[in-house]
């Protein structure tokens, strides 16, 4: 009787365990419907994290700026997953920054204290220029997330492209910091 009971616990043992590495426990670390890896964790809220734009502006038309946007989680570990969500203001216009294509995004997990940083690349468009945006103000989401921070833009004017798509890119989240 012996015999047949050993072969049966870990008959039952390795089924076991083969469910468990199928099941991810509905966390959510599966890909979703467009082949993206789902996000996993609780996402960053604007409301838990601080806030520090550093800049390097571009000095005159047709050279290029960057604006580094750096968060300091503040709560309890989140992630951000993706890119952030930027638009520029003049007044009543507005644009979105499109994404970095050359960069890919990954998922960032930051624990309490830990910083993160996305930059807004841009080239300076001419003062009063047809092709400029005279931007005063940006305005980031983060993924996952409701709600949305605005900072001061005084780095120039940005060049527009075509249809009035700026001439800028946003970059993924990246880890900041040690």
Not at 78 to 89: E, K, Y
Not at 90 to 99: C, E, L, Q
Request: hydrophobic residues 40%; contains cysteine; negative net charge.
């Amino acid at each position: 009787m012996r015999a047949t009971a050993i072969p049966f616990a870990v008959s039952a043992l390795c089924a076991a365990l083969l469910l468990t590495a199928c099941d991810d426990g509905g966390s959510g670390g599966g890909t979703d419907d467009g082949g993206e890896a789902a996000p996993t964790g609780t996402a960053c809220r604007l409301d838990e994290v601080g806030v520090q734009v550093e800049a390097s502006p571009a000095p005159a038309a047709g050279d290029t700026g960057t604006v580094s946007v750096v968060l300091t989680n503040n709560g309890s570990s989140c992630t951000l997953d993706g890119f952030p969500t930027v638009t520029l203001a003049a007044g009543t216009t507005t644009v979105d920054v499109p994404r970095d294509q050359a960069a890919a995004a990954q998922q960032v997990t930051l624990a309490q204290g830990a910083t993160a940083s996305f930059t807004v690349t841009y080239a300076r468009g001419e003062a009063g220029g047809a092709q400029s945006l005279a931007a005063r103000k940006a305005t980031f989401g983060l993924p996952g997330a409701s709600g949305t921070h605005s900072f001061t833009w005084s780095y120039g004017e940005v060049a527009l492209e075509g249809e009035g798509a700026p001439d800028a890119s946003v970059t993924p989240f990246q880890q900041a910091g040690d």
